[in-house]
């Protein structure tokens, strides 16, 4: 059960990135009042968490419509992440979990970011919507391992809640050099968790068997 929190933390953690949103948020609201700041990120945060809720409540259903195995949803989402974790280790924004430079200079023109794109893409993007998806669909039939899931998402929206609130003072004490650290170390992590998804879908889809009975 541990190694499941473990596992669910560290994915939501990296896919999510509340450091780097926090930066960010910093950023998009230098103009902003404090009472502003905080509307934002609560509205952001509680949009975020009814869209990866969503997702990690519906997904299963998604992927039985639709036919997708679980092998080959730890395999795609495997490469997912290992693409999204490639990018955190050379600070590269390719738009998976952050804002692309044209969404950055939209949301600089708008009132209120609290939808976009502090909800979304910041917070839930399509990393942390496959990350949501990908955890509630190994915890399948297991009621401990879904709540543990849920629990972990939880637990991290409430941490990027708090980083927001606090997204001046992260950006003053870590400065861009120790958000970039954080984010690399993070990466490398999230790297390793994407290639066994990878390597647990190829082996549950059954493609090596042949290959092992030829060499047998």
Known sequence: MLEIAAIAMATLFTTIGPLDVAAVFAVLTVDA??????????????I????????????????????ISMSALRTSGGI????????????????????TD?????????ADISVFPLATPLIAGP????AVVLLMAQAKDNWAHQMVVFVSLFLMMMVTLLSLLAASRIQRFLGVTGIQV?????????SALAVQ????????????????????
């Open 33 to 46: 009042s404090p009472k502003e700041k905080s509307a934002y990120a609560w509205r952001g945060t509680l």
């Open 48 to 67: 975020a968490s009814a869209i990866l809720f969503l997702f990690a409540l519906t997904g299963d259903f998604l992927l039985t419509g639709l036919g």
């Open 80 to 99: 997912l992440l290992l693409l999204i974790a490639i990018d955190m280790v050379f600070v590269r924004s390719s738009g998976a979990t952050s804002t």
């Open 102 to 110: 044209e969404e950055t200079h939209e949301a600089r023109l708008k």
């Open 127 to 130: 990393g942390a919507m496959g």
């Open 182 to 190: 954080v984010t690399r170390i993070s990466g490398i992590l999230l």
């Open 197 to 216: 998804f990878i390597f647990d879908g190829i082996a549950q889809s059954g493609l090596l068997r042949p290959i092992a009975a030829m060499g047998g």
